[in-house]
């Protein structure tokens, strides 16, 4: 985007755009950076203001009539922003600065935000006793109280299959089947 249109714009202070180099080269964040420093300097003057502080806006004169060929800081004027929670100027909203400091104690909300670390902690909701630690505890006593592992448990378990097998799943072998094996040898 062309920053050089800004200069046209009657939002934009006039003083503030002549006193820097507004050119086709100018990028957004020096115009940034000028604008901070110019803010900085209205809220804080130099010395050569003699600690005057004056908080205003320009805005160009539309209470005169006609053109005016004279530059852009001429035809403006100072116009004061009422009600930015200032008491110090004139403020249109309050009859005195008295009315204006009682009006902003009982109105007013002073928030201050105080943080500590920028540390988070992220918590899990889990079972207390979980089925891990059920077969884990289980273990640990069947192995100290009677002297049973998982490899006792595995040969036990092959030792039930294998009566099974015997017992229930054997095959009637005829013995009439061997003797004719064993003769045509």
Known sequence: PDITKLVDSPLIDQNFLSQINLDVS???CSLTAAAVWAARERLHPTPASYGKKKRSALAPDTWTSGNSTSNATSTSTVVDRPGYGSCEYANKNF???????????????????????????????????????????LGGHAGFWLGISIVSLVEFFALFVMIFNTAFCRKNESTGSIKEEVETR
């Open 95 to 137: 009859k005195g600065a008295a009315d204006c400091i009682k009006w902003y104690q009982r109105n007013g909300l002073r928030f201050e935000l105080y943080f500590g670390t920028l540390a988070t902690n992220k918590y899990t909701q889990s079972p207390t006793y979980s089925l891990t630690t059920m077969l884990a505890d």
């Open 26 to 28: 100018t990028t957004k």
